[in-house]
């Protein structure tokens, strides 16, 4: 298993991917359209032995307030059924975390399970009056700091691309 930034010739098996993994199409749409509109500042993918993409998680650019402030979130995240329990996207959200401390970026939000997410050092959104944009998912919004910022340098709420609108 080879776990890298994703490339070009990765788009096809990052979509097939994202079709399997979920129950709608709704994620692979997004990537999709993140993509074709220069939206997507990270991907990550596990391929298998044979160069099969088994698993991704993407990154995009979020405003805080209206503001870039050189913060990302984290979404979709995604491991073929075949390949998981194994580690796999634990793997993949560590080397996502790692480029874009190099890359520069301050700070990392997702809307996810507080128990997963904790181990990568994300805390809930609203210790630091972070706000989602959708009020409904406030509980499961999260924030994680990276090397380059402080992410109590800023309050407020933060904002995805409108693509996000189709997913949520």
């Not at 129950?23 to 997507?40: F, H």
Request: aromatic share 10%.
């Amino acid at each position: 298993m080879l776990i890298r930034v994703e490339i070009p010739v990765d788009a096809m098996g990052i979509d097939k991917l994202l079709r399997e993994t979920f129950p709608t199409e709704a994620e692979a749409n997004l990537v999709q359209r993140l993509r074709e509109d220069g939206l997507l500042t990270l991907g990550v993918v596990a391929t298998n032995d044979d160069g099969e993409v088994i698993g991704y998680v993407g990154f995009t650019s979020v405003d805080v307030n209206g503001e870039d402030v050189q913060w990302v979130g984290l979404a979709p995240l995604a491991v073929n059924k075949a390949y998981q329990r194994q580690g796999i996207a634990e793997k993949l959200v560590y080397e996502g975390l790692d480029s874009l401390n190099e890359f520069g970026y301050a700070a990392v939000v997702v809307l996810g399970d507080e128990h997963y997410y904790s181990r990568f050092g994300f805390e809930p959104g609203s210790k630091y009056a972070v706000n989602c944009q959708w009020p409904e998912h406030q509980s499961h919004f999260m924030i994680c700091g990276l090397e380059n910022g402080e992410i109590d340098a800023y309050q407020g709420v933060v904002t995805y691309s409108s693509h996000f609108d189709n997913v949520l």
